[in-house]
């Protein structure tokens, strides 16, 4: 089920990323080296009182501003007020309420979404508590004033958040609709391809990268099975800067991934796979996402007995970190081979719930082991007394061993491995946690 997503906005230099940072536990505004997957990271898994949310951070808000990078980060807190269940606007007791503070705050009236308002840098109360009550004519209610640096004040701050999440999303109702996110570039062929698959233009279709604005669901029955299709759309072009615009996709690639069951990842079989492709897929893959590889465009290619070869060849080099899923090869223009979609969603799906009885698992431990002893460090030998599966979506995996350390990160990929041959898994990530275990 969807985790609950939290946008923070506010003008520049209030605080944002500290609070981002102090939230989420730790310093990951920073870009953080995740083997196979570089991305910009701008949201986070967040947890409070047992309650998961994803935050996003953003740029800061300057409405009536002329410079060009200041209108691409409004624009990208926009779409992260758009994708938002609740807004955390952030402003600054130091530099009191200021006249862009109530235009955010205008901005936020209109976007119909529950808001929660923090007065940062209240580092000490003593001196700054007084002030914080300033913030009250800004029509938003209560004012937490908050220290992101200290930290101070979080714990009712974040108490107060909870309160405005969605029900159904902290309490994880099933639904019997397979969701599915249509993710990808801006221009790859998202939009077509709900088209194609609903028989009529429910999306707007453009050569144009990102024209169209929001995410939309489609319901679809095929073959008795109900699915949700999640069309993340890219922004309308605003400025002919395609990096800029095309970074905005990511938020709305969050919001997204986050609603659904399985993810297809879109390329335009035109161009290949770019960098920004990589960040998207990784989003997916990090939050353990069922993900199925779709190339696109693929009645556009000149072709001999070796363009789908290369092209594979392509795809594993540069998505790594994707080996388990499965490839179809589209024409969303056409036809072609979209109908296979549908089997390779109910499989990656019910893969991303797959659960094995711990006998069965430890069966299949033992002949792996030995097939290929466990590894040894200086006389050591690894030693893996058990394995059980703790949850799904994705499959997650207890080893209990003599020494975590002595795990390394190529028989645990070897392990998993054996698993997916004796129980498929196609296109879902599998994750293991490693115990210790005394003798």
Known sequence: MAKPIL???????????????RIAGERISIVENTPGVTRDRIYADAEWLDKHFTIIDTGGLEPESEDAMLRHMYI???????????????????TGMTDMDMQVANILRKSKKPVVLAVNKVDDLAKYGMQVYEFYSLGLGEPFGVSGAQPLGLGDLLDEIIKHFPKEKLEGEEEDSIKVAIIGRPNVGKSSLVNRILGENRVIVSDVA????????????????????????????????????????IIRAVAAIERADVCIMMLNAEEGVTDQDTKIAGIAHEAGKGVIICVNKWDLIEKDNHTMNKFMKEIDEEFKYLSYA???FISAATGQRVTKLFELITIVNESNNRRVQTGVLNDVLIEAMAMNQPPAEKGRPLKIYYITEVSVRPPTFVLFVNDT?????????????????????????????ARNRKE
């Open 76 to 94: 990208q807190a926009q779409i992260a007020i758009e994708s938002a269940d609740v807004i955390l606007f952030v402003t600054d007791v130091r």
């Open 405 to 433: 350390t002595l795990l390394h990160f190529s028989y645990k990929r070897y392990i998993e491995n054996q698993l997916r041959e004796a129980f498929g898994f196609v296109g879902t990530p599998i994750h293991f946690i």
């Open 7 to 21: 946008a923070i906005v506010g003008r520049p230099n209030v605080g944002k990323s500290t609070l981002f940072n």
């Open 210 to 249: 990102g024209t169209t604005r929001d995410a939309i669901d489609s319901e679809y029955v095929y073959n008795k099975q109900k699915y949700t299709f999640i069309d993340t759309a890219g922004m309308r072009r605003k400025s002919k800067i395609k990096e800029d615009i095309e970074k905005y996709s």
């Open 326 to 328: 499965p490839k179809l």
